[in-house]
């Protein structure tokens, strides 16, 4: 089991990185205010389910492919950056479309594929790992506790996120306030696409 002092640092080190504004954040925030928090479910469901496994992979110890194979880091954060351009695509295409009833939310694959390529995600997830992870103790456990909080803490940033996305921009329901939440929102996409390219 571990310690109580190790979970107020886990604690103190995971809600401010998960809650902090990003590249997924920012997503759930916009399919939020797109789609609604029903709408954005599976979406979100898939985001969590890719925090839960990369949770498991780095915890387990494969994460040395990253740090033995800089360039698999690099593919993962043009991926992300292309995948986040497919996004921006999807909004601006929301945006063409003007009404509610043309959109098609995101899916559970794509926040998974999104959470999966998100740089941010695997450097805060390394660094818990590697910072708490104590070698006496068994790892199994420790692994599954940490994932567990992770996911907790996740689902309840990520459903804040989503939910002001929605509570901002469900007021705004004509066609051209539609038409300008895709475009804002696909924007939004391209300056999180450049930010991740550029870091």
């Known amino acids: 089991m571990i310690e109580l002092k190790i979970w107020a640092l886990i604690l103190a080190f995971a809600v401010p990185m998960i809650a902090s504004p990003g590249p997924g954040n920012t997503v759930l925030a916009a399919s ?4 609604g928090v029903r709408g954005t479910v599976p979406f979100w469901l898939g985001f969590e389910a890719g925090n839960v496994l990369w949770c498991l992979v780095y915890g387990f110890g494969l994460s040395q492919v990253l740090t033995r194979y800089p360039l698999v880091y690099e ?3 043009w991926g992300g950056t292309l995948y986040v351009l497919y996004l921006a695509w999807c909004f601006f295409q929301s945006s063409a479309a003007g009404h509610k009833d043309d959109l098609k939310p995101l899916r559970f694959i794509d926040g998974l594929v999104s959470l999966s390529l998100n740089v941010k995600v695997h450097s805060m997830i390394l660094v818990m790992f590697s910072q708490f992870l104590n070698p006496s103790q068994a790892l199994a456990a420790q ?4 994932t567990l909080v992770f996911l907790l803490v996740g689902l309840v940033c990520h459903f804040a996120w989503i939910y002001g996305g929605h509570a901002i921009f469900s007021r705004f329901t004509s066609a051209r306030a539609l038409r300008n939440q895709g475009l804002a929102f696909g924007l939004c996409m391209v300056a999180v696409a450049g930010f991740t390219a550029l870091t």
């Open 143 to 146: 692994v599954l506790q940490m």
């Open 75 to 77: 593919v993962m954060k």
């Open 32 to 35: 939020g205010g797109k789609f």
